[in-house]
């Protein structure tokens, strides 16, 4: 168990659709990183908070948008979605906002777009 | 730039054989290179990593090696056990801005160890 906790496990929605996926991080992490899986692209780094704050951005379409809380849960909204969203969403979390490639990975959540 | 090129895409191995993973790159601002081990519906969980200015890390079976100047790295499991049989991720870590870092992950390695 890492200690990063993310729900829903499952989602199923339609396209068109919005949903939102939470994230807890492990007791005393910082930073929070939005990774998406599919099986043609691997893992791919959406976004990044430090205590709040966005850190960094990777390829995360303008549909969707995150944010991290003052209790440092952090959440990931999708929107318009369609076909190509369903994919493995998985929350990370690390010490420190700078790291040296250490994450701590949730389980992940799968959302499924008809 | 921000690539990190990995093979195979799958593996099929003996018990008690090498398994061998190999990853390219091209960024030289990368500066960590850690490799993750993730099993069927769980998350990728870090396996071992290793800076630049080492050409080989070994924890138990698993050992790292790295070659500068060719800009690759390999990521070598002896005596591989039915246990191992998981996706492996290559990385590799680089600062973006201030203390701001990005992780970029291979593609993935399917790793079956037959028993």
């Known amino acids: 168990d890492s200690g990063v906790t993310q729900t829903p496990k499952h989602l199923i929605t339609a396209t068109g659709q919005r949903v939102t996926l939470r994230c807890s991080p492990r007791s005393g992490d910082l930073s929070v990183y939005w990774y998406q899986q599919s099986l043609d692209q691997g893992l791919q780094f959406l976004i990044q908070y430090y205590n709040g704050e966005e850190r960094a951005k990777g390829n995360i379409l303008e549909r969707f948008s995150a944010q991290q809380f003052p209790d440092l849960h952090s959440e990931l909204n999708l929107s318009s979605l369609e076909l190509g969203d369903s994919a493995l969403y998985f929350c990370?979390?690390?010490?420190?906002?700078?790291?040296?490639?250490?994450?701590?990975f949730g389980e992940g959540s799968r959302l499924t777009v008809l | 730039q921000q690539q990190v090129k990995q093979s195979p895409q799958s593996l099929i191995v003996q018990k008690g054989g090498i398994s061998i993973i190999n990853c390219a790159y091209e960024n030289t601002a990368f500066d960590y290179f850690p490799w993750y081990q993730q099993f069927p519906g769980k998350g990728p969980a870090l396996l071992i990593a290793i800076r630049p200015d080492v050409s080989e890390k070994k924890e138990g079976r698993f050992t790292i090696s790295f070659n500068k100047s060719a800009k690759q790295f390999s990521l070598h499991i002896m005596d591989s056990q039915p246990g191992d049989s998981a996706t492996y991720f290559c990385a590799a870590s680089s600062p973006i801005s201030g203390s701001a870092r990005q992780l970029t992950f291979g593609s993935g390695t399917q790793l079956t160890v037959l028993p």
């Open positions: 990370a979390s690390s010490v420190a906002g700078s790291y040296g490639g250490e994450l701590f």
